[in-house]
């Protein structure tokens, strides 16, 4: 297989925003993997974050419905119990939530695109309340 062959599995893997491809065929065996960015050593450096991750594969929505604001945003402090976000799975909108108070330092994920099981979606800096 030529290399430009290969450009039309890496942009559809692009695309859909997979981690990793396989295809066979006939005289072909191809695996792709790409890898994840750099979140865990960063984290190290910020031990006072704390990882909100996905609790399944699904959707992951910001905001209730598409005309609606984002649960929160960078810099938004948010209560025990505050919604964060929505990740859809089967039909199902599965409502992700804050466990303890604190300030969203970062969003991981993207509206509308496939999160995993156990990705990160939110680091918050914890506040004293």
């Not at 050593?41 to 031990?47: G, N, Q, W, Y």
């Amino acid at each position: 297989m030529k290399p430009e062959e290969l450009k039309s599995f890496v942009q559809f893997m692009e695309k859909n925003n997979l981690t990793e491809l396989e295809v066979r065929g006939q005289n072909l065996h191809l695996k792709l993997k790409k890898k994840r960015k750099g979140i865990e050593s960063e984290l190290s450096e910020e031990e006072n974050l704390t990882k909100v991750v996905s609790p399944l594969i699904g959707t992951f929505y910001h905001a209730p419905s598409p005309t609606s604001p984002p649960f929160t945003e960078i810099g938004k402090e948010v209560k025990e119990g505050d919604t964060l976000c929505i990740v859809e799975a089967m039909k199902v909108m599965n409502e992700i939530k804050a466990e303890k108070p604190g300030r969203i330092m970062k969003i991981l994920a993207e509206n509308g695109k496939i999160v995993e099981y156990g990705q990160i979606l939110f680091l918050i800096e914890s506040i004293d309340v």
